[in-house]
């Protein structure tokens, strides 16, 4: 025989491993964890949500994070000590109100972490409240981890701010938010901060939660709008919709120029979004991750295509309860000691043996259960509002904001509108040659659309809170606390002067009068882009606005709008005039004229 061959080579070579000290591994050795048989990466398993708890939690943080960041840079002039709306005088007119009742029953109906700070300096207690919620939000963004501890007081925080913000917080997604956010406090473990917990396991009835409240968002915003505009069942809303959105940016321009077919495209679209894919969160695994999907490319296609602040983002977060670890453990590493392969043990131990249930697992499981009956029971009013024929959007029955109801677009505006403040520094209003100049604010809905050159800016996930008021609201008028003892409940409107109103997601002038003190609220909240000095009279102009045509004369001379004027908003007013207004909220006194 060959002392080549394949009989006498296996003894050689097994003598000189033996010689050098060399063994071969035991067959029966398994093979190492996140690892398959042959060496390649291990896939997980479907039916846990380990990764999805991780990725829920960094969305809702963000979400936090950009809400806290806009809180932190607007509430000092919005509701601070010498903002448009103090919250302090709303606290103080709140409070006489329902001076017979007791202190508990106030906080109940108004939750907020104000009533037990000092109110001396309202400004610092804003700053407090939206820098531990920038930390706080931080840390879990960053390191994928929280407890309830840390999710319950960013909720928390985050309440404190809507209760007293009235006009400010009265947006859909602020409420969308606190629901998401509570939801948040019962995906974590009570002490523990790790990103996986090993003996926490993400609760199904918590993700329940969350598709149930992505199902209410959709369908709510579809019925509304079947319900409502007539242009939507006869799919031409997506004509006039870029061009008269709050807030539109220049990705609307050139999808407002589209075909006819297209927009018809989009709004088939949207009702098979809305109405129909829903419904695939009760059909299965799989088409409940096609649900998934299809919601989060449908909410990137919103925040392409305009500017509603953090609501997609914040609509994308419950759409990632769909997904288990096995459909999102390709936005993880793989590798010995990854949490992939951490993840792959932890699966394989609960196939295994099953521990005996601790005490905090017990208690834990106890509270998943109530919040689920808690849930159920909070969602009988919503139910019923979706099944009504006079369905409302935007709506919560608690002072928690917990389960809501949801809708967005019921109407579509058909033309864009809006109120154009001016001044004049002549001594005669009405003079032939007085000249009027119109003012530039920073946080108009149209961006500046007074300047016809300037394009559609990006805001979103930022929100510009003093330039855009919610559609349907009247911004609450800071009264002086006597007011509050006559009747007048603290949080109804007083009537601005000479009846101004503007159209949803205008300022009204009345937001910001105009005087040459420098320490004016125009000035002092860096509303416009130049502060006015000699002005004396301001009046509100109203035009109609359309995108320039490209290709056409306006597009070719840089415009991106064109505009008609369609006549006055209202008359000229003094300063002298305005005085009584600012005297009633506390603002500077206008100078001598």
């Known amino acids: ?129 939206a820098l531990l919620g920038l930390g706080i939000s931080s840390f879990v963004l960053i390191t994928g981890c929280a407890n309830m501890l840390l999710m319950a007081a960013l909720w928390g925080l985050y309440m404190s701010l809507v209760n007293v913000g009235h006009v400010w917080y009265s947006f859909g997604w602020e409420s969308q938010l606190l629901e998401t956010g509570f939801l948040g406090i019962f995906l974590c473990p009570l002490w523990t901060l790790s990103r996986l917990p090993q003996h926490t396991p993400t609760s199904r009835i918590v993700l329940w939660g969350f598709r149930w409240l992505i199902f209410r968002i959709m369908l709510g915003a579809g019925l509304i709008k079947i319900r409502g505009d007539r242009c939507w069942r006869d799919l031409t809303c997506m004509d006039f919709h870029y061009e008269t959105q709050p807030m539109p940016n220049p990705v609307a321009y050139y999808l407002h120029h589209s075909p006819w077919w297209f927009h018809r495209f989009e709004t088939l679209s949207n009702h098979f979004i809305e109405l129909l894919v829903p419904f695939f969160l009760f059909l299965g695994r799989r088409a409940c991750i096609i649900h998934g999907v299809l919601q989060i490319l449908f909410q990137a296609v919103l925040i392409v295509s305009g500017n509603l602040s953090f609501l997609n983002w914040l609509t994308m977060v419950p759409s990632l309860a769909c997904f288990d670890d096995a459909t999102l453990g390709f936005l993880f590493p793989s590798g010995p000691g990854s949490l992939k392969d951490r993840v792959l043990q932890m699966q394989r131990d609960i196939r295994g043996a099953r521990p005996e249930p601790r005490f905090g697992s017990v208690v834990r499981r106890a509270a998943n259960v109530s919040l689920g009956v808690l849930l159920a029971w909070l969602s009988v009013p919503v139910v019923l509002n979706l099944l009504s024929s006079r369905q409302v959007m935007n709506t919560h029955f608690n002072s928690l904001h917990i389960v809501n109801t949801y809708g967005a677009f019921g109407s579509i505006t058909k033309e864009r509108a809006e109120v154009i403040l001016q001044g004049t520094a002549s001594s005669n209003a009405s003079a032939p040659d007085a000249m009027w100049e119109d003012y530039e604010f920073k946080c108009k809905p149209d961006l500046r659309a007074q300047r016809l050159d300037h394009p559609p800016g990006w805001q979103a996930p930022g929100q510009r809170r003093r330039g855009l008021v919610p559609a349907g609201t009247q911004p609450l008028r800071g009264q002086a606390p006597a007011q509050a003892g006559k009747g007048l409940k603290p949080w109804e409107a007083e009537a601005p002067p000479s009846g101004n109103r503007s159209r949803p997601g205008s300022l009204t002038a009345s937001d910001c009068p105009v005087d040459r003190n420098p320490q004016a609220p125009c000035a002092r909240t860096g509303l416009m882009v130049e502060t006015p000095h000699h002005e004396q009279w301001v009046r509100g102009e109203h035009y109609r606005y359309k995108f320039s045509r490209p290709g056409g004369r306006h597009a070719a001379e840089g415009k991106w709008w064109v505009r008609k004027r369609i006549g006055a908003y209202f008359p000229p007013l003094s300063l002298e005039e305005l005085r009584p207004y600012f005297r009633d909220r506390g603002w500077p006194l206008p100078g001598p004229l």
């Open 1 to 129: 025989m060959r002392p080549d061959s394949p009989t006498m080579a296996a003894p050689a070579e097994s003598l000189r491993r033996r010689k050098t000290g060399y063994s071969d591994p035991e067959p029966e050795s398994p093979p190492a964890p996140g690892r398959g048989p042959a060496g390649s990466p291990a896939h997980l398993h479907t039916g846990t949500f380990w990764l999805t708890r991780i990725v829920l939690l960094k969305a809702l943080a963000f979400v936090y994070f950009v809400a806290f960041l806009v809180a932190f840079h607007q509430n000092k002039q919005l509701i601070g000590d010498r903002g448009l709306l103090p919250c302090r005088v709303f606290l103080k007119n709140f409070q006489q109100y329902f001076q017979d009742r007791t202190s508990w029953e106030v906080f109940s109906y108004m939750p907020t972490i104000l009533w037990l700070m000092d109110w001396s300096d309202m400004n610092s207690n804003l700053d407090l409240l």
